[in-house]
């Protein structure tokens, strides 16, 4: 099954339309898309049985199908060629940090750049855990997964990378907008083989990411796994598995984005995300003038 964030309501996708869920479950479960991953074994139970009207689908209206996990992880260096690329070691362990859910946004999104920012794509496929817990067998793990959905890991290297401190993952890669996800959260039975997706990333029309998820390091199973071993895992938690190769901060000569800019970015089976780039000032300009015409509409209903 789809499951979606349509105007802010989880709904069942089907086809081209959609199935409001707390409509069709009269009630049993709400209309939040992030409280859908809370009850994930009912909810999974119900789903197939789910009847409804199928309302039309505006991809416009589409939000991040998890749109508030307790946690999101990131993966490093997941994939060789990346690895080779950034001139790193190959990891034994799986390197992790984290994305802050403010970074959230959906699957058409447009996103600010500042001036100066080092704005850098990373396509990825993301996981969408659905019964947690600690201790994951490596056997069991697909079993604790609700689905998956695409993401783009969006990174400023200017404030990932500052010194003196430490390299800064988390601040560097959660302002607004750099954490995309969608359009859809796909269950593993929707795909014949989860472990084996084409994944890629197009900069307008020119591919510089392409690759397989059969190529990941470390499987989603055993990320599920090891994550596990240390802390607990919960529904709707997030997982950003890694990127392959083709980033712009490795290139030669780099490449950043830029306004005017807009990604596409694909995972076979689960869909695309277009993620459309302006500069800070036109977004600011464009928050002055809704305030704007909001205090006119006010004056004039006043007076």
């Known amino acids: 099954m789809r499951i979606g964030n349509l105007g802010g309501r989880a709904v069942l996708v089907r086809g081209d339309g959609a199935i409001d869920i707390a409509t069709s479950s009269n009630g049993a479960f709400g209309p939040d898309p992030q409280q859908i991953y809370e009850s994930w074994?009912?909810?999974?139970?119900?789903?197939?049985?789910?009847?409804?009207?199928?309302?039309?689908?505006?991809?416009?209206?589409?939000?991040?199908?998890?749109?508030?996990?307790?946690?999101?992880?990131?993966?490093?260096?997941?994939?060789?060629?990346?690895?080779?690329?950034?001139?790193?070691e190959v990891p034994r362990h799986p390197t992790v940090f984290t994305k802050f859910s403010s970074s959230l946004t959906g699957p058409h999104a447009t996103v600010a750049l500042s001036s100066g920012m080092l704005a850098d794509w990373e396509a990825e496929l993301v996981v969408v855990i659905g019964t947690g817990g600690r201790n994951i067998p490596v056997q069991s793990a697909w079993e604790h997964v609700a689905g998956l959905t695409v993401g783009q890991d969006l990174s400023d290297r200017r404030l990932q990378m500052r010194k003196p401190a430490p390299p800064q993952y988390s601040l560097g890669k959660s302002w607004p907008g750099f954490g995309p996800i969608g359009p859809y959260?796909?269950?593993?039975?929707?795909?014949?083989?989860?472990?084996?997706?084409?994944?890629?990333?197009?900069?307008?029309?020119?591919?510089?990411?392409?690759?397989?998820?059969?190529?990941?390091?470390?499987?989603?199973?055993?990320?599920?796994?090891?994550?596990?071993?240390?802390?607990?895992?919960?529904?709707?938690?997030?997982?950003f598995t890694g990127t392959p190769s083709g980033v712009g901060a490795f290139r030669t000569p780099r490449r950043w984005l830029r306004p005017g800019d807009v990604l596409t970015s694909t995972v076979e089976g689960v869909g695309a995300i277009v993620t459309a780039f302006i500069s800070e000032d036109r977004e600011a300009g464009s928050r002055e003038r809704r305030v704007a015409g909001k205090a006119s509409a006010s004056g004039t209903e006043r007076e």
């Open 185 to 239: 959260v796909v269950t593993p039975d929707e795909l014949a083989d989860p472990d084996d997706l084409a994944i890629e990333c197009l900069l307008g029309e020119e591919r510089v990411q392409a690759s397989r998820t059969s190529k990941l390091l470390f499987p989603v199973p055993e990320l599920v796994a090891r994550l596990s071993q240390t802390l607990t895992l919960f529904g709707g938690d997030l997982i």
């Open 41 to 88: 074994p009912e909810f999974r139970l119900w789903a197939p049985r789910a009847k409804g009207v199928l309302a039309p689908v505006d991809p416009e209206r589409l939000g991040p199908p998890v749109p508030r996990p307790r946690q999101i992880f990131a993966i490093g260096f997941n994939y060789l060629d990346h690895s080779g690329e950034a001139g790193a």
